[in-house]
């Protein structure tokens, strides 16, 4: 991933930024709810001692964001760029996202993921960005598709939950190409 300077991303409602210590309470909204925290493949924080790791480890990965709704400057959830581990070599990013329920079917998440898009492609000059979500995760599929990504297939055992549980992936990209213009890149086509 290229490094980049100013790691904040804003969009009309948002403002995506780097965490602080002094976020702890925003930060537990999401992470310590197993609803939010399994859905995305990870375990819920479950004591303090592991709030404040997790947290000062997101305060030093300048890839990790606090999502803050400009209007009140409440912390709901977090986004955060992520290796694309289906595409090593490759100047490429993945992105990974949870929001605390509250917010939920706002279109946040979908604004939130716009911007980290429009971000990678223009400021971090990425040629491509993958994602993807477990099969039954119907909302991050909605957002994901609303975000403008293509939907490449599914991936069979694709993912070892913490707990055992292993899921199916539906993976989806964006091109630099198709980001610019808009039109999906013809090696689309069914072989
Ligand atoms: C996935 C998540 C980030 C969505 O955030 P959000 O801000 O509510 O998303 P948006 O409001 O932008 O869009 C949600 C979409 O899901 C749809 N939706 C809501 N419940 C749904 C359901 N049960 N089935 C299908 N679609 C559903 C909404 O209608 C909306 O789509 P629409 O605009 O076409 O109506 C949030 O639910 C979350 O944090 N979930 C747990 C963590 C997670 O799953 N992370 C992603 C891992 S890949």
New binding site residues.
């Given amino acids: 991933m290229a490094l980049f300077d100013r790691p904040v991303i804003e969009t009309e409602r948002l403002v995506l930024r780097r965490w602080k210590m002094q976020d702890m309470s925003g930060f537990l909204r999401?992470a310590a709810d197993p609803?939010?925290?399994m859905?995305?493949?990870a375990r819920p924080v479950l004591s303090p001692e592991e709030a404040n790791t997790t947290l000062r480890r997101y305060t030093e990965d300048p890839y990790v964001f606090a999502i803050v709704l400009k209007a009140t400057s409440e912390i709901m959830?977090k986004i955060r760029y992520q290796k694309d581990y289906r595409r090593p070599y490759i100047n490429s990013v993945s992105v990974?996202?949870?929001?605390?329920?509250p917010?939920?079917?706002?279109?946040?998440?979908?604004?939130?993921?716009c911007g980290m898009v429009r971000y990678a492609f223009d400021v971090m000059q990425m040629d491509v960005i993958g994602?993807?979500?477990?099969t039954e995760?119907?909302?991050?599929?909605?957002?994901?598709?609303?975000a403008g990504f293509i939907r490449e297939g599914v991936i069979p055992y694709a993912f070892y939950r913490f707990d055992g549980r292993i899921f199916d992936e539906v993976t989806y990209s964006l091109t630099r190409e198709e980001y610019l213009t808009g039109v999906p890149d013809s090696s689309r086509r069914e072989l």
Avoid: D, P, Q
């Fill in positions: 999401f609803e939010v925290m859905a995305a493949g959830g990974g996202y949870e929001l605390a329920r917010f939920w079917g706002n279109g946040y998440m979908t604004e939130a993921l994602i993807s979500h477990f995760n119907h909302r991050s599929r909605r957002v994901i598709e609303k």
